[in-house]
């Protein structure tokens, strides 16, 4: 740094970001750090409850004519086990990465809207409580992982199974459309100086794009999810065809949601992929341009065929033509995005350390995935396998292998970042090999027990049928699978006191995150760096170059333009508060409330509009002169 | 599974169906499926509506289940030679329930199954 801070301004500094001591302080931190590492936390332990579930499944179905659960009990497992992964694990991880690292690579002090993402998580805490705490007192949904209508609606589904399925979805999409729109804000206008588009890192890139699409995506579900229960509790009819509603309506809305979901998790993945590639190839990204523009199209493409999940609903012929050729044109720009990596690596001096391998791990077993994939999208094939496992192999394929891989990688490769301790690496290695190994053992058996007929959801099959030898494959794939996830849990466990100390940059990094110490302080960088490339740490040997000027006695970040970063004004940071916690309870109240009675909106909003005043409550000085001036 | 008709108002094995949503909506799928909805449908006036609570029978649990089983004029010396104990419990549950539903509610639910068998258009096998 150029221009060091005095003993005094740095004092000064650190005490402007500090939060409060003790659980005053943990219950009103703002800091996208804390928040963020809550948010890793809670999905890591719901990934553990919901593996459970997964492997008490793969043992029901080891055998033929298992008993060991009830028909009812399976519905309800994998029900649970599906919108837990997809809406409490996937989607909040990767915003989760975002909350953390987007400051962080944009050499920021902290998010646009720091008491927005306090708010983010506790909204996402009460939608895993809505589906969790149910399940605990046995009142867990059982319709699967989307709930069609008319099963469930009003006539089929009685209880409040569905409700809370709907509403914890309500609770996610809330707190999600909450991170998004922080991280684009963040990612549009803080950008520090000399950060045009251009030089935007595609890991910030993805985040943002997929903030975008969560944007436009998840407004459908959360419509969806408020109509069903609008079907059931105050009786209206959507989807009640004998009244002029239509079921369809449902699947359209749902999938115009769940189709961009999907790539909502891929293209994050995609950015810890890029961010990997670069570093451990010690080269700068082949075909920075051509990835960016292949996650522009990809997020195009994915609002134009969310009817590929519905080929066999019997829509017009014209229609699943179309879907059919917008999903298979989706493997032009996935494909050369995973071209540009290998071209990275290829032309690069690559260094095998545990990241790199998440990433082959990623390479090899996403690309079957999108195989499959293309074979799913054609209407005809789609036709013979739909609802059979060979979807239940693709989709785990795409999602585990383009997501949670990478996702893994990006935990090994920015743990050191957050902790000042790298992982170890026996460890590391261990674990990459029993969890690729075991899903590939796992998984790709499913895709020709989908082919022999076997189909998605059923609680167990007869000996005759000849599906056995596979599933007991499966299952023992599986639990080595587990069994690995568990040595990588147990080695981010050990190493946080006994592995090795990082320093700020372990791996040689490119990016702005690697300037400051590991963890990084509260306030993240002393003065704002100033970026001349798109590896700033790699062209300014060196010293980073800084923007002196932001104060130090209290909390500022700065504001730039949105294509040149060029810097406008000093912003004004809010403080930690209590609020986001009160509107998120309020809010909790309220959607808990709305699956009982409908004057659970009204009664609810009392409430909750007293915690958003409060939340936005003026604090500045009344103005003394001039037109606004206070009158005596 | 129960076996037998209730032993009184107060039958211990009530509680499994009367204050369980899942038996009440069997119960109601029976009875569209026995054809009790086309006279006691919720257009039904005066005795043969079952929702405006006045059990011109009785409405204690084992008058109602004794009434549908044994006294129903609809088959020949009531439905118990038709309608297998179990279901007899659900439809019961559900036919005491139907005072708690609103005609809004139950009009939703009947938009829902209107695709189901109604007693005469039933294809099914026929005991």
Redesign the interface.
Same mark, same amino acid.
């Given at each position: 740094m150029t221009a060091p801070l005095t003993p005094e301004q740095a004092d000064r500094l650190a005490v402007s970001w500090r939060d409060a001591p003790g659980l005053w302080g943990f219950l009103t931190t703002v800091d996208h750090k804390r928040i963020a590492a809550r948010y890793i936390l809670t999905v890591v332990l719901l990934m553990f409850l919901a593996g459970m579930l997964a492997l008490d499944m793969r043992l029901q179905l080891a055998w033929p004519d298992m008993g060991r659960m009830t028909p009812q009990l399976y519905n309800e497992s994998f029900s649970l086990h599906g919108s837990t992964m997809l809406f409490l694990v996937s989607v909040p991880v990767m915003e989760a990465m975002a909350i953390w690292l987007v400051p962080l690579m944009l050499g920021q002090r902290a998010l646009a809207f720091p008491r927005l993402a306090a708010f983010s998580y506790w909204l996402y805490l009460g939608g895993v409580l809505m589906l969790w705490v149910p399940h605990a007192v046995g009142i867990t949904p059982d319709l699967g992982w989307f709930e069609y209508p008319p099963l469930s609606g009003p006539g089929y589904a009685p209880g409040h199974r569905a409700d809370i399925w709907a509403q914890m979805i309500t609770f996610t999409e809330v707190a999600a459309l909450a991170a998004s729109v922080n991280v684009v804000a963040t990612v549009l206008k803080m950008r520090p100086p000399g950060m045009t588009l251009a030089r935007i890192p595609v890991f910030v890139w993805s985040q943002a794009i997929a903030g975008l699409m969560t944007i436009f995506s998840l407004p459908a579900v959360m419509l969806v999810t408020s109509m069903l229960i609008a079907d059931r509790l105050v009786s209206t009819q959507f989807f009640a065809p004998a009244a002029g509603g239509d079921p369809i309506l449902f699947q359209h809305l749902f999938w115009w949601f769940g189709h961009p979901e999907v790539y909502i998790i891929f293209l994050p993945a995609a950015g810890f992929v890029s961010m990997i590639v670069e570093t451990f190839s010690r080269r700068t990204l082949f075909g920075h341009v051509a990835v960016v523009l292949s996650m522009l199209g990809i997020a195009a493409l994915a609002f134009g065929l969310w009817v590929h999940h519905m080929f066999a609903v019997g829509l017009p012929r014209l229609g699943n033509d179309f879907y059919t050729a917008a999903s298979m044109a989706v493997a032009l720009p996935a494909g050369l995005q995973i071209f540009c990596w290998i071209a990275t690596l290829w032309s690069g001096r690559p260094r095998f350390d545990t990241p790199l391998l998440w990433v082959l791990g990623f390479i090899a077993t996403f690309v079957i995935g999108g195989l499959s994939g293309v074979m799913a999208a054609s209407a005809p094939l789609d036709q013979q396998i739909t609802d059979t496992y060979f979807i239940v192999a693709h989709f785990h394929y795409v999602l585990i292998g383009g997501a949670i891989l990478p996702l893994l990688g990006a935990f090994c490769y920015w743990y050191p970042k957050a902790t000042g301790r790298l992982m170890s690496e026996r460890l590391g290695k261990l674990a990459f090999w029993l969890i690729v190994g075991g899903f590939n053992l796992g998984f790709f058996p499913m895709h020709l027990l989908g082919l022999m007929g076997m189909p998605r959801r059923v609680y167990t099959y007869s000996e005759g049928m000849g599906w056995g030898p596979l599933n007991l494959v499966a299952t023992l794939g599986s639990a080595i699978a587990v069994a690995g996830g568990l040595v990588f849990v147990a080695n981010a466990w050990w190493s946080r006191r006994h592995g090795a100390l990082a320093g700020p940059d372990p791996w040689g990094g490119s990016t702005l995150e690697w300037a400051v110490p590991s963890p990084p302080p509260q306030h993240n960088f002393d003065h704002l760096p100033v970026v001349d490339s798109l590896t700033p740490l790699w062209t300014q040997k060196e010293a980073l170059q800084v923007m002196t000027g932001l104060a130090v006695e209290r909390r500022e970040v700065l504001v730039t333009s949105v294509i040149e970063a060029t810097p406008e004004y000093r912003q004004k940071s809010p403080k930690p508060s209590i609020a986001p916690l009160f509107s998120a309870l309020a809010v909790t109240i309220l959607f808990i409330g709305s699956i009982f009675t409908p004057w659970a909106l009204v009664w609810g909003a009392v409430p909750l509009a007293a915690a958003l005043i409060a939340w936005f409550w003026p604090q500045r000085e009344r103005a003394t002169t001039g037109p606004l001036a206070v009158r005596r | 599974m129960p076996q037998t008709a209730p032993n009184g108002a107060q039958d211990s094995r009530a509680a499994a169906y009367e204050r369980n =949503?899942?038996q #009440?909506?069997q119960g109601g799928r029976y009875f569209t499926w026995y054809g009790c909805g086309s006279c006691h449908g919720r257009s039904a006036k005066g005795p043969l509506n079952l929702g405006d609570r006045v059990w011109v029978h009785g409405g204690a649990l084992d008058q109602v289940y004794g009434f549908i089983a044994e006294r129903h004029p609809g088959a020949t010396a009531g439905y118990a030679a038709r309608i297998p104990a179990e279901q007899l419990w659900q439809i019961t549950a559900y036919v005491r329930n139907l005072p708690r539903l609103?005609p809004?509610?139950r @009009? @939703? &639910?009947? =938009?829902? &199954? #209107?695709?189901e068998p109604q007693g005469s258009n039933w294809t099914g096998p026929v005991r």
């Open positions: - | =949503l899942y #009440v909506a609103t809004e509610k @009009r @939703r &639910q009947d =938009l829902d &199954q #209107v695709g």
